[in-house]
Nanobody
Framework: QVQLAESGGGLVQAGGSLRLSCASS????????MGWFRQAPGKEREFVAG????????NYADSVKGRFTISRDNAKSTVYLQMNKLKPEDTALYYC????????????????WGKGAQVTVSS
């Protein structure tokens, strides 16, 4: 069983930055691909970014390319999402997720989910 816990959310002005962290329990973190998803009020949950187990390969939604960076530290069992140039439309509850298969955008591939961290971007 893998438990995930997000942190680092908050309120920021448009154009600002935040870094989300997702800490994992268990000894097999380095074997999982990881992803970040988000859900805005009244909208479906959507893919944000994914990273392979080694950290060498990444994948981003078009809406965040060039602004967000996903990374991981397997020694600390933690995955990060650096968010720069934030926009009001980035406001959402951000979830991290883990799976054995791939770092893609399909939520159905992910087996474990955190409870989410709120990010609010004011205009």
């Amino acid at each position: 069983q893998v438990q995930l816990a997000e942190s680092g959310g908050g309120l920021v002005q448009a154009g600002g930055s935040l870094r989300l962290s997702c800490a994992s329990s268990g000894r097999t973190f380095s074997m999982y691909a990881m992803g970040w998803f988000r859900q805005a009020p009244g909208k479906e949950r959507e893919f944000v970014a994914g990273i392979s187990w080694s950290g060498e390969l990444t994948n981003y939604a078009d809406s965040v390319k060039g602004r967000f960076t996903i990374s991981r530290d397997n020694a600390k069992s933690t995955v990060y999402l650096q968010m720069n140039k934030l926009k009001p439309e980035d406001t959402a509850l951000y979830y991290c997720a883990a799976n054995w298969r791939n770092y893609g955008a399909d939520q159905n591939d992910y087996d474990y989910w955190g409870k989410g961290a709120q990010v609010t971007v004011s205009s």
